[in-house]
């Protein structure tokens, strides 16, 4: 148990809809990153957000956008989706102390798109 | 790029047994975070040891340790005692040091280990 919570545990949606998912961090923590885990696959980076604003990015499209709130939690928004963009989305909140920062992971979202 | 390889998609090992997971990654720099995160069915992913590259020592954790070697950029999990348990996917993944840049990490692809009764 990681105290990292994300909701909805499962979704599906249509190819060209939008869907956005949440992700509450472990209290304390101040980063969260957002990674997406094809069937069979290790996670890729999405981005990451730190006091609210985006601190790096993966190689994914524009379309993929996300948003940090004061009490660090987090939104991951997909847009047009893409029969590619079925996958399970993992969100990873941290401690940024200056080095030793471990992620702590949730139990993610599993989007299915038809 | 950092890059980081499992090359055993697929392990088993006798419950009680002792079991050694592989990993190599590719990197340019000299400070570094290696970690081992195991993934159960329920899909969360659990931190199963950490290992800063700057310590000589091998990172231990009951009965999971690590044996990293810097220079050959290799970083082995052994699991003794095994459990039903610990039968899940294991991911071996990179994290880069250096302050001011995201601090993501870079998976390898996976070991499915399973756990014979």
């Known amino acids: 148990e990681t105290g990292v919570t994300q909701s909805p545990t499962h979704l599906i949606k249509t190819r060209g809809q939008q869907v956005t998912l949440r992700c509450s961090s472990q209290?304390?923590?101040?980063?969260v990153s957002w990674y997406q885990q094809a069937l069979g696959q290790g996670p890729q980076f999405i981005f990451q957000y730190y006091r609210e604003e985006e601190n790096g990015r993966g190689n994914f499209p524009p379309r993929f956008s996300g948003l940090q709130f004061p009490n660090y939690s987090s939104e991951l928004n997909v847009n047009a989706l893409e029969l590619d963009d079925s996958a399970l989305y993992l969100c990873?909140?941290?401690?940024?102390?200056?080095?030793?920062?471990?992620?702590?992971f949730g139990p993610g979202t599993r989007l299915l798109v038809l | 790029a950092q890059t980081v390889t499992q090359s055993q998609p697929e392990m088993s090992v006798q419950e009680a047994e002792t079991v050694t997971l592989s990993c190599t990654y590719d990197?340019?720099?000299?400070?570094?975070?290696l970690f081992w995160y195991k993934q159960p069915p329920s899909r969360q992913m659990i931190l199963v040891i950490r290992q800063e590259a700057y310590k000589q020592q091998n990172a231990t954790e009951n009965r999971f340790s690590v044996n990293f070697q810097k220079a050959a950029k290799s970083f082995s999990l052994k699991i003794s005692d095994s459990q039903l348990g610990d039968a899940a996917m294991y991911f071996c993944a990179y994290r880069r040091l250096r302050s001011g840049s995201a601090r993501q990490l870079t998976f390898g692809s996976g070991t499915q280990l399973t756990v014979l009764p």
């Open positions: 209290s304390g923590h101040n980063t």
């Open positions: 990197t340019s720099e000299s400070d570094y975070y």
């Open positions: 990873a909140s941290s401690y940024r102390d200056g080095g030793q920062e471990t992620q702590y």
